[in-house]
């Protein structure tokens, strides 16, 4: 009777630790996929700094060291071409933010 017992328990606690092992390594490959997001969303956030300093050292060169006397169709196409990278860079974080809220890691 008892050998029956500890038997069952062995059977249920089998059962137990292998329903947690499985909901534990599910939640670890969605944490494994957060953290790839978060990574190449966090490049592009670098990317977007380097997009950021460019157009500030164009300003600082066009009003600064050349005093104002630079090409205005240059001066605004740089800055054009930097903001059009920078809507893009913006574009592509933003949907990795979005790719980030569905993949609900505790929910």
């Known amino acids: 009777m008892m050998r029956q017992q500890i038997t069952v328990l062995l059977i249920l606690w089998g059962i137990f630790s292998t329903s947690i092992a499985i909901f534990f390594w599910n939640k670890a490959q969605k944490l494994n996929a957060v953290n790839k997001t978060l990574f190449q969303s966090n490049e592009l956030h670098k990317e977007l ?7 500030y050292e164009a ?3 066009c009003f600064v060291v050349n005093r104002g006397l630079c090409e205005p169709k240059d001066f605004k196409k740089k800055l054009e071409t930097l903001g059009d990278e920078a809507d893009e860079l913006y574009s592509q974080i933003h949907s990795y933010d979005k790719q980030i809220q569905t993949l609900k890691v505790w929910k």
């Open 59 to 61: 300003i600082n060169d």
């Open 49 to 55: 700094v380097k997009n950021e300093v460019a157009s």
